[in-house]
């Protein structure tokens, strides 16, 4: 952003990029105008169950290994009708699955997906933390979608108590990838919070 010139500015992360972006605006508050996070929970519950079923995830399983991560990776339109094609409530629109292949085409994103899930990357808590805190002079806004199996309203049911300086709102009758099942809602809420924002 500053090698474009650009010194204060509005987040917006989803899944993944919302650990990537909670550890950004945490490092970065000064140039943060609002931060707003989809499809990742903000709550951490520390259990052991919950960790460890956690670590049993087909993601975890695969990507630990980076050669087979990559091989995973090596058929983008493969990879991403096992992965979006199940966690979408609507079929997947043509043009954005297009798109997404073009971007995991890329040379070399086969293999640094597996970056993610290396074990130093995978408890970013203080972040996340901090977050929840919102001690931040900006507002943050919590996304969810409210049909998600990975992440169902009932985690979220503490929210108020434990993250009351974070808004939530959900994105009704979506599955975990939101922005492609009600793109409107998505783009409304966006909207609607960089407006109030700006007040």
């Given at each position: 952003?500053?090698?474009?010139?650009?010194?204060?500015?509005?987040?917006?992360?989803?899944?993944?990029?919302?650990?990537?972006?909670?550890?950004?605006?945490?490092?970065?508050?000064?140039?943060?105008?609002?931060?707003?996070?989809?499809?990742?929970?903000?709550?951490?519950?520390?259990?052991?169950?919950?960790?460890?079923?956690?670590?049993?995830?087909?993601?975890?399983?695969?990507?630990?290994s980076h050669w087979l991560g990559t091989q995973f990776?090596?058929?983008?339109?493969?990879?991403?009708?096992?992965?979006?094609?199940?966690?979408?409530?609507?079929?997947?629109?043509?043009?954005?699955?297009?798109?997404?292949?073009?971007?995991?085409?890329?040379?070399?994103?086969?293999?640094?997906?597996?970056?993610?899930?290396?074990?130093?990357?995978?408890?970013?808590?203080?972040?996340?933390?901090?977050?929840?805190?919102?001690?931040?002079?900006?507002?943050?806004?919590?996304?969810?979608a409210d049909g998600d199996a990975a992440q169902p309203?009932?985690?979220?049911?503490?929210?108020?108590?434990?993250?009351?300086?974070?808004?939530?709102?959900?994105?009704?009758?979506?599955?975990?990838?939101?922005?492609?099942?009600?793109?409107?809602?998505?783009?409304?809420?966006?909207?609607?919070?960089?407006?109030?924002?700006?007040?």
């Amino acid at each position: 952003m500053a090698s474009l010139g650009i010194a204060k500015y509005y987040v917006v992360s989803h899944d993944w990029g919302a650990i990537i972006g909670s550890v950004m605006v945490a490092d970065h508050p000064d140039h943060i105008l609002g931060y707003i996070r989809m499809e990742a929970d903000l709550i951490r519950n520390r259990s052991t169950a919950r960790i460890a079923n956690y670590l049993r995830k087909p993601q975890w399983v695969i990507f630990q290994s980076h050669w087979l991560g990559t091989q995973f990776m090596q058929d983008p339109g493969w990879s991403l009708d096992r992965v979006y094609g199940r966690r979408l409530k609507k079929p997947f629109p043509k043009v954005d699955r297009d798109y997404l292949v073009y971007e995991f085409s890329r040379p070399g994103v086969a293999g640094r997906v597996s970056s993610y899930f290396l074990n130093e990357n995978r408890d970013p808590d203080t972040a996340i933390g901090k977050i929840c805190a919102n001690n931040f002079p900006f507002p943050v806004l919590q996304l969810q979608a409210d049909g998600d199996a990975a992440q169902p309203p009932s985690i979220f049911a503490d929210f108020a108590t434990k993250c009351p300086h974070v808004r939530i709102e959900w994105v009704k009758d979506a599955g975990h990838f939101d922005n492609f099942d009600q793109p409107g809602q998505v783009a409304d809420a966006i909207n609607r919070f960089v407006h109030e924002a700006r007040r």
